[in-house]
């Protein structure tokens, strides 16, 4: 049901070039080229040298953005859900004072070729790859961090990542960035705590845990950031395999281990829009978390909203969490811990992602019968 891994097309940059902070101006310090080399040599540090073509490369991207008036903001995962919706906001906005560089690990696919005719200027870079990062994050103002868990399944991975986008935003000097994160479920579910199971050694819900753990990634290297709580995708009824199934008796069911409790959901275009609110608020949000969602809801209240716009009965199916977890499909068990850390931890969960905060910074939020007038005939349905 979770989406299938898609084959990492890992294409490094070709060559290593110069930090970002070799690249950034000092205030003062040593003007002559003479005094430089003597510092480096002093300190008999190991001088990187710079491919010319990338070094030239990186300085025209510092010349374009800087002629443009714009503030640039980098945006990891553009031409994925949360990313592409704020790319999509920010260009959207003919009187937006930031550009948009779109980071992509394929700059010749459809939708990075989409994203670039709207008005991004579409980088290569990879998230396991810290170098083109800093490449990247060069000379922009901001940039929005996401990690794709359900690529590899590897919230090791995940950290790491982080960890390197975190390093790329220090060096480049970012005045503001956003980690897309999600609650550390261990906080409230500790390991030794038998009610769900630790999986991969050291997790409850793999894919949350690794976003919040890698908060600190943030915090310990003092990067300017705004930590934003995602919600629930609606869009997981299209897309993630979480749409209307035929049940054991016919009838038209969504499945979840919530119980009766209520989930923050939103439209997944709503996060990015959202996040350019951040963007545009600026220095107020450095530093705090903030939660978004478009509506909290029941299952059944989901199946009710369904059954409405789709014309045909859905019914929800709360199955427990044991239940769920041994779906068998990949990540059946972290879905099944993280509803069941929802379900247990429902209102804590919700009151994390202010519905008046996530308007305020996004007028156009989409509730659930929003996002069903829009979207209800793409979600895939099966004949009963
Ligand atoms: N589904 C939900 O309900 C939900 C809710 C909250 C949070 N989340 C989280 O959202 C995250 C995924 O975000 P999404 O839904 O916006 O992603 P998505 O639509 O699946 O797209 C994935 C994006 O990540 C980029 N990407 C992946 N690996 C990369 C790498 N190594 N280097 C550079 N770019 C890379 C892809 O870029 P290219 O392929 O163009 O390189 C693409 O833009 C997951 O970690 C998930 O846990 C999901």
């Known amino acids: 049901m979770a989406r299938k891994s898609k084959a990492p097309a890992r294409k490094k940059a070709g060559v290593k070039t110069k930090t970002a902070k070799a690249n950034k101006k000092p205030a003062s310090g040593p003007k002559k080229k003479g005094a430089k080399k003597k510092v480096a040599k002093a300190k008999s540090k190991p001088v990187r040298k710079r491919p010319a073509k990338a070094s030239a490369k990186a300085a025209t991207r510092v010349r374009k953005a800087k002629a443009s008036g714009k503030k640039i903001i980098v945006v990891t995962g553009a031409t994925g859900a949360q990313g592409g919706g704020l790319v999509r906001a920010i260009l959207g906005d003919a009187k937006s004072k930031f550009g948009v560089r779109a980071v992509t690990r394929n700059p010749k696919s459809d939708k990075a070729v989409a994203i670039a005719k709207l008005g991004a200027e579409v980088v290569q870079a990879d998230l396991d790859d810290v170098d083109s990062l800093k490449k990247a994050f060069n000379g922009a103002y901001g940039a929005y961090c996401v990690t794709n868990f359900w690529e590899h399944f590897s919230p090791d991975k995940e950290l790491a990542q982080a960890a390197k986008m975190a390093e790329a935003a220090k060096e480049c000097g970012l005045k503001h960035v956003i980690w897309s994160t999600l609650e550390d479920s261990r906080n409230w579910i500790p390991l030794s705590d038998n009610r769900m199971p630790t999986l991969m050694g050291k997790y409850k819900v793999p ?178």
């Open 207 to 384: 894919h949350f845990d690794a976003k919040g753990e890698a908060n600190g990634q943030f915090t310990d290297r003092k990067v300017p950031t705004t930590f934003l709580l995602t919600s629930y995708y609606w869009d997981n009824l299209i897309h993630f395999g979480m749409g209307p199934q035929v049940g054991a008796d016919g009838a038209l069911t969504i499945t979840m281990a919530m119980g009766d409790k209520k989930l923050p959901g939103i439209a997944s275009d709503d996060i990015g829009r959202c996040a350019y609110g951040i963007f545009r608020s600026g220095a107020k949000y450095i530093g705090r978390t903030v939660g978004v969602a478009g509506e909290y809801l029941s299952g059944a209240e989901m199946a009710a909203a369904l059954s409405k716009a789709l014309g045909r009965v859905v019914r929800y199916d709360a199955v427990d969490p044991d239940t769920y977890r041994s779906f068998g499909f990949a990540g059946a068990d972290d879905l099944g811990n993280m509803f069941q850390f929802n379900r247990d931890f429902s209102e804590e969960f919700c009151r994390a992602r202010g519905l008046h905060e996530a308007r305020s910074l996004n007028k156009d939020l989409q509730n659930f019968d929003d996002w069903l007038s829009r979207h209800k005939d793409e979600i895939p349905m099966p004949q009963t």
